[in-house]
């Protein structure tokens, strides 16, 4: 019996999920491209697609811990000790400033 076989079908099976993964994101990407072209071209606004309501709270901010000196909107946080995480480093290499993820609620 090969002890590695295993490892194979695990691999394989790894594979097979991330081609799936791929497969509908690469869907979803060319779904939000066709949206998008549809808004353009018929000039929708947010209020033509949403409710009031849902629009209200996908504008509010979530409620962060004022404890917390650093965060963004996807819920990464920061406490400004030590290394800075993966999450900020990327964003500031993208272009943004480290003032921009500056938790307006934090109190020292």
Known sequence: MNVNMPKVKAVTAMKERLQEALSSLAEQEEVIDLVKDVIEKYGLEPGDLFSEEALGSAMEPEPVD??????DRAGNTWSGKGRRPTWLNEAILAGAALEDFRNPAFSA
Not at 66 to 71: E, L, S, V, W
């Open 66 to 71: 004022p404890g917390i000196p650093y965060c």
